[in-house]
């Protein structure tokens, strides 16, 4: 602890008024007032000085303490990469983005496990996304492989026609029928080129077309350019053909999504620090070598297309 001693001098008047400096002659008051104020100022100095050295320690205490005052490394956001589209029959990889503050450093193949509803009749209720690229920087890129599957019956996929939808108006092409009656047909008998789910079929017929289809019970294992063909007299009395050609938009898709947590490490690493750094970085880095990989759940989600 520093501690002034010495008294402050004051100004030199009132200095000279003081019992024990009055009867000094000039030269020698000068003298020693010139002493006193030096001493004085010293002491001063070295008093701030001390202060401002322990605050500099405290300071760097903190910078290297648990609660540094700099920002720790975290994953920041993790979303689906939306191009290319998760498609169910061709083959595709699709990504997802992990967001950290800081750079990183990867070794090994940490893993994302992504579920998935099943509504486009996937086989898989889950499966992992696999590490990829990005160390050394912010972003890392997971990679998930599928296919081909030219039955449309991956572990992800979109091959249900749903109960309630218009197979005209999502984008099925529709071809001339044969002295057909206008009007309402419930469940019209067919034949088909693909498919394996029962599929019943409200169909609206007018001047020779069908202007829309309206699924009725749902059929599953069908993929865009199946065709379906009535068979005669189901579109009026002596009718005949009448095609309905499925498009990619007439499928239900599987709608993948990722929950809240911990990436797997699966016996690799992620680590703070990576790339070229600034001394920022090097703070996050010395304080904090491996980051929380724990995420809340992906905001968005990715759905499955059939083609």
């Known amino acids: ?15 000279m008024k003081r019992p024990e400096n009055k009867n000094l002659n000039i030269n020698e008051a000068r003298v020693k007032y010139k002493k006193e104020q030096i001493l ?41 990469a939306l191009s290319p589209a998760l498609s169910s029959i061709s083959a595709v990889t699709g990504s997802m983005l992990v967001e950290f503050v800081w750079p990183v450093t990867v070794t090994g193949n940490p893993t994302i496990t992504v579920a998935n509803n099943q509504a486009g009749g996937g086989s898989a209720a889950s499966f992992s996304y696999t590490y990829k690229s990005g160390t050394g920087t912010n972003v890392l890129q997971f990679e998930h492989n599928h296919g081909p599957f030219p039955a449309n019956n991956g572990g992800f996929s979109a091959n249900v026609l749903s109960i309630g939808v218009d197979l005209v108006a999502t984008g099925a092409s529709v071809g001339t029928i044969t002295n057909a009656t206008d009007g309402v047909y419930a469940a019209p008998t067919y034949t088909e080129t693909g498919g394996n789910g029962l599929l019943d079929m409200q169909v609206t017929v007018a001047s020779n077309e069908i202007t829309s289809a309206v699924v009725t019970a749902a059929g599953a294992t069908y993929q865009p350019g199946d065709v379906i063909t009535f068979n005669a007299a189901q ?30 490490l699966a016996g690799g690493t992620i680590k703070t620090g990576g790339g070229a750094f600034n001394t920022l970085v090097n703070d996050a880095a010395r304080q904090q070598p491996n980051p929380p990989l724990y995420f809340a759940g992906a905001s968005n989600t990715d759905t499955v297309v059939a083609e």
């Open 1 to 15: 602890m520093h501690i002034i001693n010495s008294q402050d001098p004051g100004p030199w008047l009132s200095w």
């Open 235 to 264: 579109l009026g009395a002596g009718s005949s053909g009448g095609t309905i050609t499925l498009a990619k938009d007439n499928f239900t898709g599987d709608v993948i999504s990722c929950a809240a947590q911990t990436i797997s």
């Open 40 to 80: 004085f100022n010293e002491q001063q100095n070295s008093y701030i000085a001390s202060q401002v050295f322990q605050q500099q320690q405290a300071a760097l205490q903190a910078d290297y303490g648990p609660n540094a005052g700099v920002t720790l490394n975290k994953i920041k956001d993790v979303s689906f």
